[in-house]
């Protein structure tokens, strides 16, 4: 079976300098894992790879989606699927790299996430609840229809809290039921997971450092422009962290340095919940963030008995 190598791990972890060594070491080529770094004309707040960064490796769903479109679970496992098929007919191995866990276990897994369509109406009425109850009554509504789903989501994901009762209206299951059946399936790779990790005040102190440098790259003015061009079609893209704090500070709602600390402060925590995430896949190799690329390269060849290229 066509092994595929799979590096995923917290934001700011070190994935992509290891997984572009990796592929220039076995001949491989990289699909991103990344729900934000899917879509166009984002590139700072995502921390999207440059042409320099990626060194002549060719990567897949990067940069590939409109910010205005919206872009699902199901459409990647679709769009990655394409990808490491192209992959594997020019003899190259895939390397998928990210730390989007759904777009991870689409694939480990085989899971055909459910595309359900969404009811507008539903949804305003859920959204209506929220404003008037509080997100908090939402999360205990999904959470006695699917508690395992909802262990997996912050209490403020809005998003996915309402996707989980969509579902359960629209199809009669709840999302962690279709999600079993799904993986009778079976998966058409063999998928060697490695997951990057290392001390958690240094992983903390390189987020801060990341802001710091996308808002000097000029991250405020990535969001005014996306704004400018396309206004209220922009959805799912700029509720990524980095762009709604820096929405809401243009809107007035906080000053420069609150929103900084706040952009710091969702992605230390969403950098702990990618953690505890990844901890639950079975087999997973831990490899170790502080230490020499190349050994980690050569760890990940001798655990995936991979050659050289």
């Known amino acids: 079976m066509q092994k595929v190598i799979v590096i995923c791990g917290p934001t700011a972890s070190g994935k992509t300098a290891l997984s572009i060594e990796l592929a220039k070491k076995i001949g491989g080529e990289v699909v991103s894992a990344d729900s934000m770094q899917i879509y166009d004309e984002m590139s700072i707040g995502t921390a999207k790879p440059d042409v320099e960064e990626m060194q002549g490796i060719k990567h897949y769903l990067v940069g590939n989606i409109a910010p205005t479109r919206r872009y699902s679970v199901f459409d990647y496992k679709c769009d990655a699927i394409k990808a490491l098929e192209e992959i594997i007919e020019k003899n190259k191995t895939p390397i998928v790299v990210g730390g989007t866990g759904l777009y991870v276990n689409s694939l480990i897994y085989g899971i055909d996430y459910p595309e359900v369509e969404t009811d507008l109406e539903y949804r305003k009425e859920l959204e209506k609840v929220a404003e008037q109850k509080g997100l908090g009554y939402l999360y205990e509504e999904a959470k006695k229809i699917d508690p395992e789903a909802v ?7 809005k998003k996915r809290i309402i996707r989980i009762l969509e579902i359960y209206k629209e199809t009669g299951k709840t999302k ?134």
């Open 151 to 157: 262990k997996n989501i912050s209490v403020n994901d």
């Open 176 to 309: 962690t039921q279709l999600e079993i059946e799904s993986r009778k399936n079976g998966v058409p790779y063999d998928y060697r997971v490695f997951a990057i990790n290392m001390p958690r005040e240094i992983l903390y102190d390189r987020i801060n450092r990341r802001v710091d440098i996308m808002l000097e790259k000029g991250l405020i003015e990535e969001v005014k422009q996306l704004y400018k061009k396309y206004g209220d079609e922009l959805r799912t893209s700029v509720q990524g962290i980095g762009y709604k704090e820096v929405i809401d500070y243009l809107n007035g709602m906080y000053s420069k340095e609150e929103m900084i600390e706040k952009i710091k402060m969702e992605t230390r925590r969403y950098a702990k919940r990618q953690l505890t995430w990844f901890r639950k896949i079975p087999n997973i190799i831990w490899i170790d963030g502080l230490g020499n690329v190349q050994d980690n390269v050569n760890l990940i060849l001798k655990e995936a008995e991979l050659n050289e290229n």
